[in-house]
């Protein structure tokens, strides 16, 4: 059995959320119990399996799984010399966006008993945020692009659907209207792009069509169908205007996945520019690193200018979320723009990528909570209106003491992980550019600036009449946001090991294109 | 050179059905021309998927009984069956959230559904 399970790792991963997913309508009709049971038990499952993958991952090195082949190793079929199975290809930077992903559907599961128990229609509330689960493991894991698109599409669905889950007076449906349409719109562009590679290549597999990738001109055009669909996705400016709009509508637990959603687009992203085009990108390696850098300087500036003047707290979070996705572009950018001069790589390329890899699951974990403990605040006061709010801190202490986690973090205040982060990139990009680093600052700065406004005005003054009855969330979301806090102030205080372990392996298998192709082909 | 026009038809036709697409998601205001739009567009995918897989004289991949054995790989046309399942459920699930914008909003215009602001 334990063979069993763990031969099949990567499979399961996606397995377990779907059979959540598709047999949550039928167990929901056993009642409120079994529904949260088995919700519960599906995350944890998954959660479970991502880790024990991404363990299996940091101690064997790459697992395969080859769909329908007489063993899950066989790449290579008998009697052909290329690979026509669908296929996982889990190396280091596929293991660490499952460990994020993972991670934080467990978090938003268990917030999700209590924090949804008052609506309605439940059962199709947990069917689609596991199928929105299984979307992103999926995005992450995959080695074949035709999968990457499907499982792109199952997470814009779903997530739309999600986004549109409380209808309320319409608004919300405003907001999923708007990201299904971008979303199927950007996902066209991507089948597009695969199909013009797999006329020319005969081959959907990344690692196949990696090794044969000629660059000629429909390459070109595929690379621009691939990649700025997938800019937007992960809310880069200037394609980030359906960001706001989602994040604020959506339910706080979906948001904080639709989150690292978006960041398992910015996967697909790097993994395209890195693994897919690599090497053929070599005559203009600082032309894309400027590209993703110029994306990520904008993304900074633009989004924590925007975040200061909003009202809604979610919507200021939300602004947050792009300026915060703005650093992991930086620093990964940098990393690309170094790629050919392995001096510059040795000495800064690699830590500016660690640090921008790092952000993006230090993000996912404080942005998460930041979003859960909005939720809570809305959850016991019914409104996101910075004006009207005022005095919880004397009746939610506990979602204080997390808001507070959550906004040091992303301010890149130490003990607490965003500076972990932070100080990589600050110290790797000041050795690329100075510049760009103190814009970096700057935009931290704002960022503390805009925080210490939502806290004073949530939760600092006098305890307010209109919220007297607000008291501290139930223990589900407690847990819920407890998990990520608890990750928040470990990874803060002892971010070596998380380096180490977790973040130089997948910077070094982002930058080793030639051992991705090898892992299928063979031979090196 | 007819025919070599002739083979490269279905390629115009995705051009002009992209365009068409394209043209209505960005000028019309109506939701449903929008989503019809959509469509379109992803009409025009398809079938450039469908048309990437054309083999001149080439066979359907089935052995049993095959006049030759020049036949084509049948992944494309998996791909667009896909594809084609997926826009189903993107269509319906649009077309609902449509149909619930008339319900609140009592238009379907794109220029007077913005609540959202800022």
């Not at chain 1, 070599?282 to 300087?297: C, E, R």
């Not at chain 2, 043209?23 to 929008?34: D, P, R, S």
């Amino acid at each position: 059995m334990d063979t069993f399970v763990m031969r099949h790792l990567p499979a399961l991963l996606i397995a377990t959320p779907l059979f959540a997913a598709f047999l949550m309508p039928l167990v929901g009709t056993a009642g409120r119990t079994a529904r949260n049971a088995w919700a519960f038990l599906g995350a944890l499952l998954t959660a479970a399996i991502g880790l024990t993958l991404a363990w299996k991952v940091w101690t064997t090195g790459t697992v395969l799984y080859v769909f329908g082949a007489a063993t899950p190793q066989q790449t290579l079929p008998p009697d052909a010399a290329f690979p026509i199975r669908i296929m996982f290809q889990v190396d280091a930077m596929s293991a660490l966006m499952a460990v994020i992903a993972s991670l934080s559907a467990l978090g938003i599961t268990i917030y999700s008993l209590s924090a949804e128990s008052k609506q309605s229609g439940l059962e199709t509330f947990y069917a689609m945020l596991f199928l929105l689960i299984a979307g992103v493991l999926g995005m992450v894991v995959t080695g074949d692009l035709f999968n990457f698109f499907i499982f792109l599409e199952i997470s814009s669905l779903a997530g739309a659907a999600l986004v549109a889950y409380r209808i309320d007076d319409g608004v919300a449906v405003e907001a999923g209207l708007k990201y299904a349409l971008l979303s199927t719109v950007g996902a066209l562009a991507v089948l597009t792009a695969i199909g013009m590679l797999f006329a020319q290549y005969n081959a959907l597999n990344m690692a196949t069509l990696a090794s044969r990738l000629q660059f000629t001109a429909l390459d070109k055009v595929a690379l621009v169908l691939l990649a700025v669909p997938l800019a937007m996705k992960c809310g880069a400016v200037p394609m980030h205007f359906w960001t706001p709009d989602t994040y604020t509508t959506a339910p706080s637990s979906v948001t904080a996945f639709l989150v690292v959603s978006s960041q398992a687009s910015l996967y697909g992203l790097f993994r395209i520019l890195y693994t897919l085009y690599g090497d053929l990108l070599q005559f203009s390696w600082a032309t894309f690193g400027w590209f993703l850098i110029v994306l990520g300087i904008l993304s900074m500036f633009i989004g924590v200018t925007m975040a200061i003047p909003q009202k809604d707290v979610k919507r200021l979070m939300a602004y947050h979320a792009v300026s915060q996705t703005g650093y992991m572009l930086l620093g990964v950018g940098v990393g690309l723009a170094v790629l050919g001069n392995a001096d510059a790589l040795a000495k800064y390329g690699k830590t500016a990528m660690a640090g921008g890899l790092f952000h993006i699951i230090n993000h996912a974990m404080y942005k998460g909570l930041l979003f859960l403990t909005a939720g809570a605040v809305f959850y016991r006061c019914g409104t996101r209106n910075l004006n009207k709010l005022g005095g919880l801190g004397h009746t939610m202490p506990w979602t204080m003491v997390f808001f507070m986690i959550g906004a040091l973090a992303i301010a890149g205040v130490p003990p607490f992980n965003g500076f972990a982060s932070k100080l990589l990139i600050y110290e790797s990009v000041f050795r690329f550019s100075p510049f760009l680093s103190i814009i970096a600052m700057i935009v931290s700065i704002l960022t503390l600036a805009s925080f210490v406004k939502v806290f004073h005005s949530m939760f600092m003054g006098p305890p307010r009449a209109e919220f007297a009855a607000a008291r501290e969330v139930p223990a589900p979301m407690f847990i819920g946001m407890a998990i990520l806090a608890l990750f928040v102030v470990v990874a803060g205080l002892a971010p070596q090991p998380f380096i180490e372990h977790m973040i130089n392996p997948a910077v070094d298998a982002l930058v080793d294109r030639a051992g991705y192709i090898a892992a299928i082909l063979g031979g090196r | 050179m007819m025919s070599y026009l002739l083979l490269k038809l279905p390629y115009f036709t995705v051009v002009v059905l992209t365009l068409l697409g394209l043209a209505a998601m960005v000028f019309k205001k109506n939701l449903i021309k929008i989503l019809m739009g959509l469509s379109l567009l992803e009409s025009a995918v398809n079938l450039f998927l469908i048309v990437t897989g054309y083999r001149t004289d080439g066979v359907a991949p089935i052995y049993t009984n095959a006049p030759s054995l020049h036949m084509t790989l049948p992944t494309v046309q998996a791909l667009t069956l896909t594809s084609i399942v997926i826009g189903v459920a993107t269509s319906a699930m649009m077309l609902s959230f449509a149909m619930v914008i008339y319900k609140k909003y009592g238009t379907v215009n794109a220029e007077k559904v913005k609540k959202l602001k800022g």
